[in-house]
Every structure is written in structure tokens, then in C-alpha cells.
């Protein structure tokens, strides 16, 4: 596995050893050994697997509060997605910044995102799967959100007019926000 930094301190886009032959592929998507090798110490507890029907649906931007901030491990199994992560983290000096990265089924790329960050993506196929690690369960009460066009983060989304869920379209914005990380 090899690491490439984003503009994130602790957020990694992660490049695994794919090993193909005419039968298809192996590869390993997760060694706890592996990763605190490469400084990620997060315990992972919980798997979440999505799929979107169709290209242009954009999920998040979504969070979870503290105490039960999640950091995240995130993959595409088919299809493709452009992947988006938001600071969140107050003390930062990336505060409010985004960073973005296509994520495909071939290039097997996986985006580890640590807790304070905001998480989202837009299909860019139909029948797109999309797999979620996560260091802390799910839970409803502290789940949060961030519009996906806010003008303030002014994310470079390729789509005009995404398919989303009514939570997700009536989000709040960052100026709105008041940072609990």
C-alpha cells in the first residue's frame, strides 16, 4: 500500500498493491498491521455499503458530532464517484476548504477521512457501490450536514442539478456552523 498526502493533514488518499492476471484481481483493502504502519491508528467497527442507481446522485455533505465523530475508510466497488471531504476542524488551517478525488471501481483507490471532516460524493455512473469503514457506529442523534452547494465552500461538483434526498437538499450552510471539533 502506498500513501499520498491531499492537502489535509490526516486525511490520506490510499493506492493498495492490485495483483492481476487473466482470472481478475486481489488486492487487500485493509491490514490493521499496514495501515499503523502508514500512521493510520483508527479502529474500524462498523461497514456501510450504498449504491445510486444512477449518475448525478450526490450523497452528503454528512458528519457525525462528537462524541460519535467517525473517521472513515471509503472505496468504490463499481461504478465511479467524485469524492469530496470538508474541513471541519476549527483550530485547523484548513477550516471550510474542500478537497476532491475521483474514485472508480478500476483505479481502486480508497480515501481514508478523519474524524472533523465532512464527507460526500457524486456518482459519475449508473449503478454506482460505494463502501464505507467507519471507527464509530452510526448514530442518528448526532448526525450532521453541510449543504452541497453552499457558495461559501464553492465545491466544483460535476453535476448542475444532482439527484438528492430531501435531507440532503435542505442542509444547513457553513456560516451556519459552529464547530464542535
Avoid at 476542524?89 to 478500476?106: C, H, I, N, Y
Wanted: net charge neutral.
Amino acid at each position: 500500500m502506498e500513501i499520498v498526502k491531499t492537502i489535509f493533514n490526516d486525511c490520506f488518499l490510499i493506492k493498495p498493491r492490485v495483483f492481476k492476471d487473466n482470472r481478475g484481481f486481489f488486492l487487500e483493502t485493509y491490514s490493521e498491521k499496514k495501515f499503523k504502519e502508514l500512521g493510520i491508528t483508527s479502529q474500524f467497527c462498523q461497514d456501510n455499503h450504498s449504491l445510486s442507481a444512477t449518475a448525478g446522485v450526490v450523497r452528503g455533505l454528512h458528519f457525525q458530532h462528537p462524541p460519535h465523530a467517525q473517521a472513515k475508510l471509503v472505496r468504490v466497488t463499481r461504478g465511479s464517484v467524485f469524492d469530496v471531504v470538508v474541513d471541519l476542524r476549527k483550530k485547523s488551517p484548513t477550516f471550510g476548504q474542500w478537497d476532491g478525488v475521483t474514485l472508480t471501481a478500476e483505479n481502486f483507490l480508497m480515501l481514508y477521512i478523519p474524524r472533523g471532516f465532512a464527507h460526500g460524493f457524486c456518482t459519475l455512473s449508473d449503478s454506482t457501490e460505494f463502501m464505507y469503514k467507519n471507527d464509530n457506529p452510526y448514530t442518528p442523534e448526532s448526525e450532521g450536514s453541510l449543504l452541497w452547494n453552499d457558495p461559501q465552500l464553492n465545491i466544483s461538483w460535476p453535476v448542475k442539478e444532482p439527484v438528492l434526498s430531501d435531507k440532503d437538499a435542505m442542509s444547513p450552510l457553513l456560516k451556519d456552523f459552529v464547530s464542535p471539533f
